[in-house]
């Protein structure tokens, strides 16, 4: 099963349209999306506008993908699970977001190769193509890593310092 999120906050019916188009074109129908405060109704694919927080959870660990914006909430989930994630980040532009920081988020995540990023709808469609080959997200812990604690203790300790 695929799971798509956008999250709560706004509508971002263009990645739904694009996974919606893309599953009535292959006849993909084990997609599940929570599509957010939206007025599109897909064609091709189970959707709900809103998913209780045990529901999402269901469904998010038992997805085979997870299909997101470039939120961190998503993309550290998936990371922890261990799941294949592709994301692609909302465009302030198009009144998806207040600014585009999903697309810094996305960028460094693509550069470091743990997960996979679809800049447009045109990528997102290419990257729908190649399900096979979408590799699982590296897994992280649940908790940070003991350099990164030692590491922010001592900027703490060193910005306490300087005040």
């Given at each position: 099963?695929i ?8 509508p971002?019916d263009?990645l739904?349209r694009?996974?919606?188009?893309w ?10 999306a929570?599509?957010g ?16 927080p045990p ?24 990371m ?7 994301v692609?980040p ?9 600014n ?14 743990n997960?996979?990023v679809?800049?447009d709808?045109?990528?997102?469609g ?5 399900l096979e ?22 900027f ?7 005040s």
């Amino acid at each position: 099963m695929i799971f798509v999120t956008v999250g709560t906050q706004l509508p971002f019916d263009r990645l739904i349209r694009t996974v919606d188009a893309w599953a009535g074109r292959t006849g993909r129908r084990d997609i599940l999306a929570q599509i957010g405060p939206s007025e599109l109704h897909p064609q091709f694919i189970e959707y709900h506008p809103f998913l209780s927080p045990p529901e999402f959870t269901r469904h998010f660990s038992n997805a085979e993908l997870v299909i997101a914006h470039a939120g961190m909430g998503s993309i550290l989930s998936a990371m922890s699970l261990g799941k294949p994630i592709l994301v692609i980040p909302r465009r302030a532009g198009l009144n998806e977001h207040r600014n585009d920081h999903q697309f810094a988020t996305a960028r460094c995540f693509k550069e470091t190769g743990n997960i996979l990023v679809a800049l447009d709808e045109q990528e997102l469609g290419a990257q729908l193509s190649r399900l096979e080959s979408i590799p699982a997200a590296s897994r992280i812990g649940l908790y940070a890593s003991p350099e990164l604690l030692a590491a922010v203790r001592a900027f703490l300790s060193n910005d306490e310092r300087i005040s």
